[in-house]
T-cell receptor, first 113, second 111 residues
């Protein structure tokens, strides 16, 4: 596609529920990043993939967060047993290189109630 | 780790005026400095970037300046227009993986 596509755009989850957020990067982009953006803050790094390899997951806040990119294209960010502090916009970005000039999707706004 | 400070947090200008947003960083090994514009309900959009071997870069009404010695860089927008109103983020790239973002500047341009 022409841009990075994320779905769903909005997700409301009850506390304790598991959620899965999807990212379709720009075709051919080898690098894929997940960021978390709290209200009124800048994006914060969660994890990075180069093709199917997860090279950096240092930003994942707890072991409830898990990301995968099994075929080096679509990626899924899964959050288990959601908590209220997980409420945020989750942004996906992709780039053709290793971190320069990446393109963001519009994000998924997660609200945990 | 890298620490990025961005100022001001809000900026109001009249249409046609210039706007300047500044960022400082801590890691002297950082070598990539992009600026993003984020409109309501959208993801950040790259508007200009600079690498550490360049001191200034300009693209029409937008320019970025970099002072590696002082570890700061700035975004300059000239002849501002109402459609420039948005949240602007600076970011710093330590050697090509994750970007570290500032907290953002909300720019309001009134006509």
């Amino acid at each position: 596609g022409a841009g990075v596509s994320q779905s769903p755009r909005y997700k409301v989850a009850k506390r304790g529920q598991d959620v899965a957020l999807r990212c379709d990067p720009i075709s051919g982009h080898v690098s894929l990043f997940w960021y978390q953006q709290a209200l009124g803050q800048g994006p914060e790094f969660l994890t990075y993939f180069q093709n199917e390899a997860q090279l950096d997951k240092s930003g994942l806040p707890s072991d409830r967060f898990f990301a995968e990119r099994p075929e080096g294209s679509v990626s899924t960010l899964k959050i288990q047993r959601t908590q209220q502090e997980d409420s945020a916009v989750y942004l996906c970005a992709s780039s053709s290189g290793t971190g320069y000039g990446y393109t963001f999707g519009s994000g998924t706004r997660l609200t945990v109630v | 780790g890298e620490n990025v400070e961005q100022h001001p947090s809000t900026l109001s200008v009249q249409e046609g005026d210039s706007a300047v947003i500044k960022c400082t960083y801590s890691d002297s090994a950082s070598n990539y400095f992009p600026w993003y514009k984020q409109e309501l309900g959208k993801g950040p959009q790259l508007i200009i970037d600079i690498r550490s071997n360049v001191g200034e870069k300009k693209d029409q009404r937008i320019a970025v300046t970099l002072n590696k010695t002082a570890k700061h860089f700035s975004l300059h927008i000239t002849e501002t227009q109402p459609e420039d109103s948005a949240v602007y983020f600076c970011a710093v790239g330590p050697s090509g993986t994750a970007l570290i973002f500032g907290k953002g500047t909300t720019l309001s341009v009134s006509s």
